[in-house]
């Protein structure tokens, strides 16, 4: 019996693929330096999922790795550079970049890092200054 949804997953060209499955454990946006810096791009919209819901199908030999921190081993595509997942083993759980899953339905819930965000965005969701309490962060809610 296997009734989990999964969804299809690749780096920018496609070498790299992948699938995720069932449901993650939490969705959002995060505003960190880190992710600003490695990405690129202004926020990053996560997605994570306990480590055993996302398989590598194809171009494993091609992903590249890299941690600056012990929490976050963030991963790309040899070929195209394109990145599409940070695994955090302290946490038990890796972020799968929505923007590599397309046809997953991102519904993002918080925001988090909020304290280092250089975008604002009003979408009525909570603004967390760090991470949730129960992930080891202040739990603190910010202005938008
Ligand atoms: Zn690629
Ligand atoms: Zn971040």
């Known amino acids: 019996m296997d009734n989990e949804q999964t969804y299809q997953g690749s ?8 699938t995720v499955s069932g449901a ?4 959002g946006y995060c505003h960190c330096e880190s992710c600003r810096h490695w990405s690129g791009g202004p926020v ?3 997605s994570l ?13 091609n992903i ?10 963030r991963k790309w595509c040899k070929t195209c550079g394109g990145h599409f997942l940070s695994e955090h083993p302290l946490m038990g759980l890796t972020d ?22 250089t975008l604002r965005i009003k979408d ?13 962060g202040s739990g603190d809610v910010l202005p938008e």
Request: aromatic content about 12%.
């Open 64 to 73: 590249g790795s890299y941690h600056k921190t012990d929490n976050s081993h």
């Open 96 to 117: 799968v970049y929505a923007s590599a899953i397309p046809d997953f339905d991102h519904q993002a819930a918080v925001h988090v890092n909020y304290q280092e965000t």
């Open 24 to 27: 993650p454990e939490a969705m």
């Open 49 to 61: 999922w306990k480590p055993e819901a996302v398989q590598i199908t194809r171009g494993a030999d």
């Open 124 to 136: 009525g969701l909570p603004k967390l200054r760090d991470f949730p309490a129960e992930m080891g």
């Open 11 to 18: 780096c920018f060209c496609g070498d790299v693929q992948f």
């Open 44 to 46: 990053n919209a996560f």
